[in-house]
């Protein structure tokens, strides 16, 4: 993010697109709700469901699935046609303007109404309000990068917000909503293939000599590492024969679930080190018990970059030890000696490599955590990040036209699927599908669908029906919902006895390799 949650209340007028807020976001989500009630914000929804936060909005655009760069590109269109754009921002903090206001030139509201589906005018009418405003803040989620064009669409939602002029001040900025509670920290220390903590270049001798000094060693790689998406493939083509995953439960979570457990299989050697026996968990030759985040201390690095202490609250059972534990002891054991007395002895080693932390101690988040960049002891963290230039200098527009999705609903496969997550379960159901009462109000799956598309394949509320894609099948239960539009179904993904990923299109963004969980072709028939 580069705002603050926090200063999301201090918007006129909050865009959110691709996030479930209210479900996925919960609490994040009452501080959008406090600035539509009692200060005045105007809010803009983008989604292809009427989801509940859509009920606070004084405009919901519902776009057809995957089609968010034409959308995007026609709201900047207009802003342009009419004069809106902030002028002095775009001289004087940005390049290569004239390349996106040749590009966006033909996503006319006409032209973008025809591949999305948003009506003309509720397309002009959202560009006004987001660039007449002051202050526009844009929240999105993973309905935004679960597709081939994810970066496409994140890096569009940043020319937007660059055109208006709204980034570097309070109650503006681009904030993307983390999907879990320490994703932000996990790729800050470095838990991405390119890049080492503080998202510094694997391939920069600089940098890797750095590191080799701090830990003592020689020769670290310089070479780019696999993405998970590229992992499996490997594993099914036996490249990759040996896997260790740790808080993590790809046999529910991953794309096209039928063949990711071909490829599990075709491992010679799998550890899972994770606090339940998951499903994938069931599948390894060796299981290490770590503790959760109750068990033990340290710090989390939350979506809006806060960096926070997690204090042990109660001992871990059984054998379970702290992930560092584990990780040092294994180390050992492979003849380079690790050890640390306790995890503030870490934090002080990830200080000394990580510019953005370097400032940042456990004393100083005694009471309160602090943002980062965080460089020196004395400095106060950075609540909004690109005040006065971006860390390249002037901030690059990009010119992005529209690539439809990867796979289209046709006569085999008339019905497009989405997928995502329910306020009661939480990501494979790991931890909430153990808890009684979450389990009690969201029991089981089901697919969400309109009652014109209920009424069309004669389906009744709680009636078992079979979804079926070009990858596999799954029964759930239909629930009829003003929520879906028609010609799309929903289904969340929380159940692995009805995984809506054994349906899901494992075609990958280029670029990040994040797959297109939020669109793919399915039909239905009752189950029997």
């Given at each position: 993010?580069?705002?603050?949650?926090?200063?999301?209340?201090?918007?006129?007028v909050?865009?959110?697109?691709?996030?479930?807020?209210?479900?996925?976001?919960?609490?994040?989500?009452?501080?959008?709700k406090?600035?539509v009630?009692f200060?005045?914000?105007?809010?803009?929804?983008?989604?292809?469901?009427?989801?509940?936060?859509?009920?606070?909005?004084?405009?919901?655009?519902?776009?057809?699935?995957?089609?968010?760069?034409?959308?995007?590109?026609?709201?900047?269109?207009?802003?342009?046609?009419?004069?809106?754009?902030?002028?002095?921002?775009?001289?004087?903090?940005?390049?290569?303007?004239?390349?996106?206001?040749?590009?966006?030139?033909?996503?006319?509201?006409?032209?973008?109404?025809?591949?999305?589906?948003?009506?003309?005018?509720?397309?002009?009418?959202?560009?006004?309000?987001?660039?007449?405003?002051?202050?526009?803040?844009?929240?999105?989620?993973?309905?935004?990068?679960?597709?081939?064009?994810?970066?496409?669409?994140?890096?569009?939602?940043?020319?937007?917000?660059?055109?208006?002029?709204?980034?570097?001040?309070?109650?503006?900025?681009?904030?993307?909503l983390?999907?879990?509670?320490?994703?932000?920290?996990?790729?800050?220390?470095?838990?991405?293939?390119?890049?080492?903590?503080?998202?510094?270049?694997?391939?920069?001798?600089?940098?890797?000599?750095?590191?080799?000094?701090?830990?003592?060693?020689?020769?670290?790689?310089?070479?780019v590492?696999?993405?998970?998406?590229?992992?499996?493939p490997?594993?099914?083509?036996?490249?990759?024969?040996?896997?260790?995953?740790?808080?993590e439960?790809?046999?529910?979570?991953?794309?096209?679930?039928?063949?990711?457990?071909?490829?599990?299989?075709?491992?010679?050697?799998l550890v899972?080190?994770?606090?339940?026996?998951?499903?994938?968990?069931?599948?390894?030759?060796?299981?290490?018990?770590?503790?959760?985040?109750?068990?033990?201390?340290?710090?989390?690095?939350?979506?809006?970059?806060?960096?926070?202490?997690?204090?042990?609250?109660?001992?871990?059972?059984?054998?379970?030890?702290?992930?560092?534990?584990?990780?040092?002891?294994?180390?050992?054991?492979?003849?380079?000696?690790?050890?640390?007395?306790?995890?503030?002895?870490?934090?002080?080693?990830?200080?000394?490599?990580?510019?953005?932390?370097?400032?940042?101690?456990?004393?100083?988040?005694?009471?309160?955590?602090?943002?980062?960049?965080?460089?020196?002891?004395?400095?106060?963290?950075?609540?909004?990040?690109?005040?006065?230039?971006?860390?390249?200098?002037?901030?690059?527009?990009?010119?992005?036209?529209?690539?439809?999705?990867?796979?289209?609903?046709?006569?085999?496969?008339?019905?497009?699927?989405?997928?995502?997550?329910?306020?009661?379960?939480?990501?494979?159901?790991?931890?909430?599908?153990?808890?009684?009462?979450?389990?009690?109000?969201?029991?089981?799956?089901?697919?969400?669908?309109?009652?014109?598309?209920?009424?069309?394949?004669?389906?009744?509320?709680?009636?078992?029906?079979?979804?079926?894609?070009?990858?596999?099948?799954?029964?759930?239960?239909?629930?009829?919902?003003?929520?879906?539009?028609?010609?799309?179904?929903?289904i969340?993904?929380?159940?692995?006895?009805?995984?809506?990923?054994?349906?899901?299109?494992?075609?990958?963004?280029?670029?990040s390799?994040?797959?297109?969980?939020?669109?793919?072709?399915?039909?239905?028939?009752?189950?029997?």
């Open positions: 993010m580069t705002n603050t949650i926090g200063d999301i209340e201090t918007a006129e909050i865009l959110i697109t691709g996030s479930n807020t209210t479900e996925n976001h919960p609490v994040l989500s009452s501080f959008v406090r600035a009630k200060k005045g914000a105007r809010l803009i929804v983008v989604d292809p469901r009427r989801i509940k936060i859509a009920g606070f909005a004084h405009q919901w655009l519902r776009p057809n699935l995957g089609t968010d760069v034409a959308w995007i590109n026609g709201i900047m269109h207009v802003i342009i046609k009419e004069n809106l754009h902030d002028k002095e921002f775009v001289a004087n903090r940005t390049q290569g303007f004239e390349e996106l206001k040749a590009m966006v030139e033909k996503f006319t509201p006409a032209y973008v109404e025809e591949i999305t589906g948003i009506p003309a005018q509720q397309l002009t009418d959202a560009a006004k309000i987001y660039a007449g405003a002051e202050t526009s803040s844009i929240l999105y989620c993973m309905g935004i990068t679960q597709h081939i064009t994810g970066t496409d669409n994140v890096k569009s939602l940043a020319n937007l917000a660059m055109l208006c002029g709204h980034i570097g001040k309070p109650g503006t900025g681009v904030n993307p983390r999907g879990q509670n320490n994703v932000q920290g996990a790729c800050d220390m470095g838990g991405l293939p390119n890049v080492f903590t503080a998202y510094q270049p694997v391939s920069n001798l600089d940098i890797a000599k750095k590191m080799e000094e701090a830990w003592g060693v020689s020769g670290l790689p310089t070479k590492g696999l993405k998970v998406t590229e992992m499996i490997k594993a099914h083509s036996g490249e990759m024969k040996a896997l260790y995953i740790i808080g439960n790809p046999l529910v979570s991953d794309p096209d679930l039928n063949h990711a457990e071909k490829s599990f299989s075709h491992l010679e050697f899972v080190q994770d606090i339940f026996m998951t499903e994938t968990a069931q599948q390894a030759d060796v299981v290490l018990p770590s503790a959760c985040f109750a068990e033990k201390d340290g710090t989390f690095s939350n979506t809006e970059r806060r960096v926070q202490r997690v204090r042990k609250a109660v001992n871990p059972p059984g054998q379970a030890w702290d992930d560092w534990k584990i990780t040092c002891e294994i180390a050992k054991r492979m003849g380079y000696s690790m050890s640390y007395t306790d995890s503030e002895a870490i934090f002080e080693e990830i200080r000394k490599v990580t510019p953005s932390y370097a400032g940042i101690t456990y004393k100083r988040m005694e009471y309160e955590g602090l943002h980062w960049p965080c460089p020196a002891e004395d400095h106060p963290g950075t609540p909004i990040l690109h005040t006065l230039q971006f860390p390249i200098g002037k901030g690059n527009f990009h010119a992005i036209d529209y690539i439809p999705s990867a796979e289209r609903a046709d006569a085999d496969y008339p019905m497009y699927l989405t997928t995502g997550r329910v306020l009661y379960q939480y990501h494979t159901g790991t931890m909430t599908r153990k808890t009684g009462g979450l389990n009690e109000r969201s029991p089981e799956n089901f697919v969400e669908i309109s009652s014109s598309d209920a009424d069309r394949y004669g389906l009744a509320d709680g009636d078992k029906v079979q979804v079926a894609s070009r990858r596999g099948e799954i029964v759930a239960g239909i629930k009829i919902s003003d929520k879906a539009v028609n010609g799309t179904v929903f969340p993904f929380h159940f692995a006895e009805s995984a809506a990923n054994r349906l899901t299109n494992a075609a990958l963004d280029p670029v390799g994040i797959p297109e969980y939020k669109v793919c072709a399915v039909k239905l028939s009752k189950a029997a």
